[in-house]
């Protein structure tokens, strides 16, 4: 039999651990980490997705900043729907640029429905505390900690790669600096989610190499990538020049609201939120549509976005056209020799530089 004082000793550490159970569920943040109750008050608020979700910082979003989160992913979502549409519109072969903005409108919704969500973030301590306004104001606590969203920086891996490369590929620009500039890129958005996770002062350290990086980027942007837009034409030029400028300039607001934000704890979360969030709508479905319309008048053959891989899209009469039969032979009357079809052009059995791209670009035969 279990003895009186077993029993009595065992209620009363289920009594303890009830106790702290229920201070647990019913903490606002003055105390300790939010912790809240599925359907319960989050910051004197219920319902959303917070309720579900709980906040893990002092610092965190709240229900108002995950509205706004889900009204951002509900833009990126129609917009990548309409820009997949616009893209079945074009020609098989034609929608390289539709494509690309697809791929990162996409993205951007899923990191948007994982934001909104309250989901992607990890607490960091600050380091600087700040008591002010909806930013925190129990000076019991210090340190204290806000909530970093690790997915944000996810997102920017894959998007701003694709956001050059949209840029980039019209302008003839070597493959070789392209790769250069994409680097430098992810070079940038890694510094910045390190610094956003480190809790010293050597996180300025990451963000200045982070910003080094973006200055990299836009002199490749406004000088190289433009020259090598002017050899293609006036209409390449001005549709690029107009595009790199808007992006150039919407992304070098990024790091000050990094500064406020993940950096410097100037400013609340949903006040971030609003800030970045901002800044991608205008930088992902606003610059792409801005860029594909800039683009609708321009010949797509002028890129040179082909490839000598087989194809549907190839062009009649050339080697991929007979998809994958053996091609035709016929003999080359200024040299008397044997080629085939689709094979460059030769004179006195050097290649014709006549036939190749005007940007400079081999002219092959599939388009992508």
């Not at 106790?19 to 359907?39: E, T």
């Not at 210090?142 to 891996?157: E, H, K, Q």
């Not at 020259?227 to 549709?239: C, E, F, L, Y």
């Amino acid at each position: 039999m279990v003895s009186a004082s077993f029993k009595a000793s065992l209620a009363l550490a289920l009594t303890a651990i009830s106790s702290a159970m229920a201070q647990g569920l019913q903490a606002n943040g003055q105390g300790g980490v939010y912790r809240y109750p599925i359907d319960g008050p989050v910051n004197g608020e219920t319902g959303g997705s917070l309720s579900s979700n709980p906040t893990v910082a002092f610092a965190d979003l709240t229900v108002r900043g995950s509205s706004w989160l889900w009204a951002a992913f509900a833009i990126m979502l129609a917009s990548g729907i309409g820009v997949l549409a616009w893209a079945l519109t074009r020609p098989v072969g034609q929608r390289a640029f539709h494509y690309i903005g697809v791929m990162i409108l996409f993205t951007a919704s899923v990191a948007y429905f994982t934001l909104a969500s309250n989901l992607g973030a990890v607490a960091i301590y600050v380091e600087f505390v700040r008591y002010n306004g909806d930013l925190f104001t129990n000076q019991a606590i210090n340190p204290y900690t806000r909530s970093i969203w690790y997915v944000r920086y996810i997102d920017w891996t894959i998007t701003t790669p694709l956001l050059l490369l949209e840029l980039l590929l019209g302008t003839g620009l070597p493959l070789s600096d392209i790769i250069l500039v994409i680097f430098f890129d992810l070079v940038m958005i890694i510094g910045g989610l390190i610094g956003a996770l480190v809790v010293s002062q050597y996180k300025w350290g990451y963000f200045v190499g982070a910003c080094v990086a973006e200055i990299f980027i836009t002199y490749m942007l406004v000088g190289p990538a433009r020259k090598s837009a002017r050899v293609m034409g006036n209409d390449v030029v001005k549709a690029y020049t107009g595009s790199a400028i808007a992006l150039s300039a919407i992304w070098f607001l990024y790091p000050v609201c990094w500064g406020l934000a993940d950096g410097g704890n100037v400013i609340s979360t949903d006040s971030e939120m609003i800030f970045y969030g901002v800044l991608d709508v205008i930088a992902k479905p606003g610059f792409l549509i801005f860029h594909l319309f800039q683009l609708r008048k321009i010949p797509y053959e002028t890129f040179g976005l082909q490839s000598g891989h087989y194809s549907e899209t190839a062009a009649p009469g050339s080697a991929t056209a007979n998809h994958g039969k053996k091609a035709d032979h016929h003999i080359d009357n200024n040299n008397g020799r044997m080629t085939q079809t689709g094979a460059p052009a030769t004179v006195g059995g050097k290649v014709n530089n006549a036939q190749m791209h005007p940007t400079g670009r081999a002219s092959d035969v599939t388009a992508v």
